[in-house]
């Protein structure tokens, strides 16, 4: 779609993630998932991890591919023509590895991320609880110091991988007294230090990850699994958010693309009137408005891919990404299953998949109202910090008159 923008080593990742997904992932294993047959993402990361194709952006020497945010992208679209619940799988990885490569110790990076980027561990965040999910500073999990090791209690819910995720990145308070930025530590956690898995939810869509609930009871923590400082999880948390929403975008660019695909194939076979239905007007008018719509929002994913491989601030940017990635795909695949009529509504054609699937990526790794807030946060932040003041466009009105801009 956007060859022109990428790379060469880009274009053959894209290439090379493309025909991983059209020959070596099974039809059985996207339906089981689905259907809840299975209910685990580890046999796409084991395929994937046999091409070489986690942890795309960490260094070599943790079985990573030494790429950038730019090539991430474009292998996340390709997986997500296969949907939520497996593209959530593989980003899994690169979300939590995420914490271990910048703020991880050497012994955490040997001892999990390698592992993870080879397949052979599989990981989960643990952030949401019940009382609240965008609410970061909410958290009621607790880890309290005990000598050389922490204790924790509470619990987690929504957790993709809680079923049989290996070890979880565990987000707990470990001083209430302090301010909400300085309370909060993160932690390696291991399933066999003893958290519990309980409820797996029952879904709308994205199925087939383990989503459940985890609970914590009096579960042992050495010291050495803390993540970055003692209480200084906040760092930790606003550098997550660059994963967690810019592959929510990116995937979701794959999942519209797929639906417009189909829906575009079916107007060229399918007839009314003694016509194939792309002769009509308004189904070529959704084809376009949503080809528009998808290279709108995946300019802006692109966009905010380079600026972080940048270094730059980009808060503003990957919010926008997510907001406008995740509801670019829910129009697109609504456009197509409007085009294709009542068949578009069943089983026989994916799309329906594809719209449960895409309802959840405008609710997780925070609302996309909570988007909102973060875009127009930055903007006027931004607005005061610039160094050259533009044109004063108000001077340009045609009848400009200061008494009449009353302001109090």
């Not at 779609?1 to 020959?23: G, I, P, W």
């Not at 996207?30 to 260094?59: C, H, S, W, Y």
């Not at 561990?121 to 500073?137: I, K, M, V």
């Not at 987690?156 to 309370?183: N, Q, T, W």
Request: hydrophobic share 40%; with cysteine.
């Amino acid at each position: 779609m956007f060859d022109f923008m990428l790379t060469d080593e880009q274009r053959a990742l894209e290439h090379e993630v493309r025909a991983f997904v059209k020959n070596d992932v099974p039809s059985k294993l996207v339906r089981d998932m689905d259907q809840g047959v299975i209910e685990t993402g580890r046999p796409f990361l084991e395929l994937a991890a046999k091409k070489n194709l986690l942890g795309i952006r960490f260094p070599a020497k943790y079985g990573g591919r030494d790429l950038n945010w730019a090539a991430e992208v474009v292998a996340i679209e390709e997986v997500g023509v296969l949907g939520n619940s497996i593209t959530c799988a593989y980003v899994m990885p690169t979300i939590v590895g995420e914490a271990l490569n910048h703020f991880g110790t050497q012994e955490q990076k040997e001892r999990y991320l390698k592992p993870t980027n080879q397949g052979a561990l599989y990981s989960a965040e643990a952030l949401t609880e019940p009382r609240g999910g965008s609410d970061f500073f909410g958290a009621t999990t607790k880890a309290v110091q005990d000598g050389d090791s922490f204790i924790l209690n509470g619990e987690k819910r929504f957790i993709v991988g809680a079923k049989d995720s290996d070890y979880f990145l565990v987000y707990a308070k470990s001083d209430p007294e302090a301010a909400p930025h300085e309370s909060i530590s993160c932690f390696i956690v291991d399933r066999d230090m003893g958290v519990e898995d309980q409820a797996i939810y029952a879904l709308l869509g994205t199925r087939g990850g383990g989503t459940g609930r985890i609970v914590f009871k009096d579960v042992r923590v050495p010291r050495e699994n803390l993540v970055g400082e003692l209480h200084g999880a906040y760092e930790v948390f606003n550098r997550m958010m660059i994963p967690e929403r810019l592959t929510s975008g990116a995937g979701c660019l794959g999942l519209g693309r797929a639906a417009l695909e189909v829906a575009t194939r079916y107007t060229t076979r399918r007839k009314a009137f003694g016509r194939t239905i792309d002769k009509f007007q308004a189904v070529n008018f959704m084809v376009a408005d949503s080809v528009a719509t998808l290279d709108a929002a995946r300019a802006l994913v692109y966009a905010a891919a380079r600026s972080v491989d940048s270094g730059a601030d980009s808060r503003r940017l990957v919010s926008e990404a997510k907001k406008v990635g995740t509801e670019a795909a829910w129009a697109v695949i609504n456009n197509a299953m409007q085009i294709m009529g009542g068949i578009g509504y069943t089983s026989i054609y994916p799309i329906e998949r594809f719209l449960r699937d895409c309802r959840l990526a405008m609710i997780w790794t925070g609302t996309n109202e909570v988007m909102n807030l973060l875009i127009q946060h930055e903007y006027y932040k931004e607005l005061k910090k610039r160094k050259i003041e533009p044109r004063d466009v108000e001077e340009d009105a045609i009848t400009p008159d200061d008494e009449e801009k009353v302001y109090e």
